[in-house]
């Protein structure tokens, strides 16, 4: 039986985070906006400035790929990519720069899954890293209109009432959570599982501000919201704005 477009964005709201390493020398290479870009798609980027570093992390975090430029730096990328894909079994793929075309033949020869354009470009990654965990990257599905707040999540806008509202990435799912949930009561648990991966950290009170910054950027009233209801004890229902 075919699952409705609700039941496929809840599932692609719960998703694990895909993670990935990207080992690059040249700070100017390693975090363009295009990196940054894949946030919104469901990845976290840890950026490493060595080879070396790039192997203590990937031993200790377990990420899903590791991308490493071809110059590494203390360690020749084609060593990396086989200590990685040997003994720590992690899918790498190796950055490729103007005039550096001589490494691709190397780097695939001792394991690299692919070899990618250096600077990184989003398009180009997204489609490795999605056939190495299908179900981790988010695809951008069509604009959610909850009553007069709408939401983008392939423009990364948001409006209500025709008013555009800047939101920084974490409040911008989180409201995409709610969105894709109205009306629905929403435990902390469910909330901090569906953005952080993981169960619900009690003793922290990162949910709570973000819910505050997040009713504040809507112009919702702490003291009595109308859109972000705490359910008290419980958790919070969205109710989309007439």
């Excluded at 209109?145 to 990435?169: A, C, F, N, W, Y």
Aim: glycine share 8%.
């Amino acid at each position: 039986m075919r699952s409705s477009p609700a039941l496929a964005r809840s599932a692609d709201l719960r998703r694990p985070r895909f993670r990935l390493i990207v080992a690059d020398p040249d700070v100017a290479m390693s975090q363009p906006s295009s990196l940054a870009e894949l946030d919104r798609h469901g990845v976290d980027v840890e950026v490493c400035r060595s080879g070396g570093e790039a192997l203590l992390a990937a031993a200790t975090r377990r990420p899903d790929a590791v991308v490493v430029a071809a110059e590494a730096g203390e360690l020749a990328s084609t060593e990396v990519v086989t200590l990685l894909t040997a003994r720590v079994g992690v899918p790498v793929l190796v950055g490729i720069g103007t005039g550096k075309g001589g490494f691709a033949g190397p780097a695939l020869s001792a394991g690299a899954t692919a070899c990618v354009v250096r600077p990184y470009v989003v398009d180009e990654l997204l489609p490795i890293l999605r056939s190495i965990r299908p179900e981790a990257i988010a695809v951008a599905g069509p604009p959610l209109q909850r009553g007069s707040l709408r939401l983008d999540s392939d423009k990364l806008e948001v409006s209500l009432h025709g008013r555009r509202i800047r939101l920084p990435l974490r409040e911008f799912d989180l409201l995409r959570y709610f969105m894709a949930h109205a009306d629905r009561l929403l435990t902390r648990d469910e909330i901090w599982a569906a953005l952080w991966g993981g169960p619900a950290s009690h003793a922290s009170n990162t949910l709570t501000v973000h819910i505050k910054r997040l009713r504040a950027r809507l112009g919702d009233d702490q003291s009595d919201p109308r859109i972000i209801l705490t359910v008290r004890g419980l958790g919070y229902r969205f109710v989309p704005p007439a």
